[in-house]
């Protein structure tokens, strides 16, 4: 049974809107707009209890129990038969269904009261419980499936740590070569070290992760090599199912928010594209808004979507968004020496991949974004540890973020909001310094 047995590749750009083959390994069309994966097929609504059922059977199925596998009628772009085990063997890459298998919505009861909601009415989705301790790991695996139908022979990606340590995790079990072009002496160690781990190949780059992607592109197009950042349309696919279990556990009764950290804006551009599709397809009546938390040393979208350079609002515009405001806004980075600055590295980035798949996703959720201070994510980050979950700094700009958007009445005290903490702690020092300053709002610093 396959519901989806006619994918390609879409240019996103309404006047291009140039098609290729789903075996093409183009990460953008031949005019340089960003693509799509598309369905031809509408997937029946019946599909949800088969979901459902596969997260409840034991029948020791990698595919079922993987949190991203289980949702593959959703995103078959291998076009195989679904049911037949041998040929998801064949062509799916899991690590042993590991992937988003533990990730789903937890109600935390002391964030709630931080941030100034019901608990009841409140859910934070730890996506630290991947394999590779990131979110990371839901897109890997497609975007690899995806390299080993094309018979790619080597993964690369720039990566300010969780994405060196899911494609190296991936390429390793795969028995695949993997180069990490990484911005020297800006990733945590926790987080390189697990790339050094897996056998992948380091590259360091003298600037920052935007200066890694760039010359990881060149170098890929230039000497072959399949790029697994979330600039690729497969990437996208599977980190669609970080809002499929949200809904499913929500029994596809939509929330009013879904809260992201916003760095390359991959998360948001396939959040976008869940919801677009999913209400589509009929599956969910009410479309969720989406709300975006920058860092406000990595502050990119914000200053462009909210007007703050120039005095426009940079918007989609039904696909015909302000390219040149883009560039003007670069060209004012590089002429004044602006560099992304946080302590939250996974966010740090100042020219974020996919802003124009954002930019769609926040024009068709009607969505909203905004800024916390790093010392604000620290909190957000040690509340979470306070109520047992484990989180990176990125992360607590989801928490700190929905408490700002509270406090200006743009989300409202009884809205239902689920908020994505993207990944777990791998910076360990973060904490220790967080708790042994007695004026930080939760530290509990140490005894003499």
Avoid at 44 to 64: P, Q
Avoid at 422 to 439: F, S
Wanted: aromatic content about 10%; glycine content about 8%; some cysteine.
């Amino acid at each position: 049974m396959t519901m989806q047995d006619d994918a390609y590749l879409k240019c996103i750009d309404p006047q291009c809107a140039l098609e290729y083959p789903i075996e093409s390994a183009n990460v953008q069309c031949e005019k340089g707009h960003m693509l799509d994966v598309k369905y031809k097929n509408t997937p029946s609504e019946d599909l949800k209890e088969l979901f459902a059922k596969r997260g409840r059977m034991d029948e020791n199925i990698i595919f079922n129990e993987s949190g991203v596998w289980r949702f593959r009628e959703l995103l078959n772009f291998c076009k195989i038969d679904t049911f037949n085990v041998e040929e998801c063997s064949k062509y799916l890459v899991s690590l042993d269904g590991a992937e988003g298998r533990q990730s789903k919505p937890y109600h935390m009861s002391k964030v709630a009261e931080f941030v100034g909601i019901s608990t009841d009415n409140f859910w934070l989705q730890p996506e630290g419980y991947n394999p590779s301790g990131s979110f990371k790991d839901n897109g890997m695996a497609t975007a690899v499936t995806h390299a080993k139908l094309i018979h790619a022979k080597k993964i690369v990606c720039a990566s300010t740590g969780n994405t060196s340590a899911s494609a190296g995790m991936f390429a390793a079990n795969e028995g695949i070569d993997c180069d990490v072009y990484i911005p020297a002496g800006q990733i945590a160690p926790g987080k390189l070290s697990q790339a050094y781990q897996f056998g992948a190949q380091i590259v360091e780059v003298d600037g920052n992760f935007d200066d890694a992607l760039k010359q990881s592109l060149d170098d890929a197009q230039k000497f072959g090599g399949y790029t697994v950042n979330s600039i690729n349309p497969f990437r996208i696919e599977g980190q669609k199912t970080i809002p499929f279990r949200a809904l499913e556990y929500l029994k596809w009764d939509a929330p009013d928010w879904i809260v992201y950290p916003g760095g390359a804006l991959g998360n948001t551009s396939s959040c976008g594209k869940a919801l677009m599709e999913l209400y589509e397809w009929g599956w969910i009546k009410k479309i969720p808004r989406i709300a975006v938390i920058n860092s406000e040393g990595a502050s990119t979208l914000s200053d462009l979507y909210n007007g703050e350079f120039e005095g426009e609002e940079l918007r989609w515009n039904k696909g015909t968004p302000n390219i040149e405001l883009i560039s003007r806004y670069y060209d004012h980075l590089d002429k004044e020496g602006i560099r992304p600055k946080t302590k939250a590295t996974a966010i740090q980035i100042a020219r974020p991949a996919n802003i124009l798949k954002a930019l769609r996703a926040l024009e068709f959720t009607k969505g909203v974004v905004t800024t916390v201070a790093d010392s604000e994510m620290l909190d957000g980050m040690s509340v979470v540890g306070l109520n047992g979950f484990d989180c990176e700094m990125a992360s607590g700009a989801t928490v700190v973020g929905i408490k700002k958007l509270i406090s200006k009445g743009i989300i409202k005290k009884d809205d239902v909001v689920v908020g994505i903490l993207t990944g777990r702690q791998k910076d360990a020092m973060l904490p220790v310094e967080y708790h042994r300053n007695p004026e930080n709002k939760f530290a509990i610093p140490p005894k003499n």
